[in-house]
């Protein structure tokens, strides 16, 4: 089946650590997209990749990082420069840019 | 910039009865407009899509939207709620810049089905 995976679901982080989030795709798209949704909020774009080696900052890219070494991964990092990083994450793909996007099922980012 | 706009934060209605979820943007040109529905804790999934066409949108689950663009809506509706209806739903436009492509979200309608 193809789909998109993240993990971990539940993720916590102490001060000052950076965490990495996974995001795996086997739908053979090129684009990949990260999103941070709060409640009562939507969803804010923090970073995509249209594809391999190359990715664009979103509305909300300070303290994250990403990388896209591969066209089926694109991990996020929330580094310590983030203050505020308990959200939930979502990862989403489209085949490419301004395609329809799939979303995967989430990550939950807690601080100890 | 485009935005999304869905007014009601919190619907209740009755399982068997119609649902309507109001959706207005704002996007200078002909916009992608989209319908996700989220299940608590899950990710999104796509009910339905407009990119261009037949105005009235045809999705999964028995929803349907109709885009109207004299008043810049995009409403979800559907004739009979099923109690695994109830969800969040968000509406997202899409920007055409080929270098900037964008989907911008609303905040969401939260969905309750009483029996």
């Known amino acids: 089946d193809g789909g998109i995976t993240q993990s971990p679901k539940y993720l916590f982080r102490k001060e000052g650590q950076n965490v990495t989030l996974s995001c795996e795709q086997n739908l053979n798209h090129d684009a990949m997209y990260w999103y941070r949704q709060d409640p009562g909020q939507g969803l804010r774009l923090i970073y995509y990749?249209?594809?391999?080696?190359?990715?664009q900052k979103g509305d909300i890219a300070e303290g994250y990082s990403v990388s896209r070494e591969k066209k089926e991964s694109f991990p996020l990092t929330v580094t310590s420069a983030q203050k505020n990083p308990t959200a939930f994450y979502l990862c989403?793909?489209?085949?490419?840019?301004?395609?329809?996007?799939?979303f995967g099922p989430g990550t939950r980012l807690l601080v100890l | 910039a485009q935005s999304v706009t869905q007014p009601d934060i919190h619907i209740t209605v009755s399982e068997g009865a119609s649902l309507e979820l109001r959706c207005n943007y704002s996007?200078?040109?002909?916009?992608?407009l989209f319908w996700y529905v989220q299940s608590p804790g899950q990710g999104l999934q796509l009910l339905l899509k407009y990119f261009s066409g037949d105005t009235l949108v045809q999705g999964i689950k028995g929803f349907e939207a109709e885009f109207k663009r004299s008043q810049s809506s995009f409403n979800l509706r559907k004739p009979s709620v099923h109690w695994s209806d109830a969800a969040e739903y968000f509406c997202?436009?899409?920007?055409?810049?080929?270098?900037?492509?964008?989907?911008?979200f609303g905040a969401g309608t939260t969905v309750t089905v009483r029996a």
């Open positions: 996007y200078g040109a002909t916009p992608y």
């Open positions: 989403a793909s489209s085949r490419y840019n301004q395609e329809t996007q799939y």
């Open positions: 997202a436009v899409a920007s055409l810049s080929v270098n900037d492509y964008k989907l911008s």
């Open positions: 990749s249209q594809i391999v080696n190359d990715f």
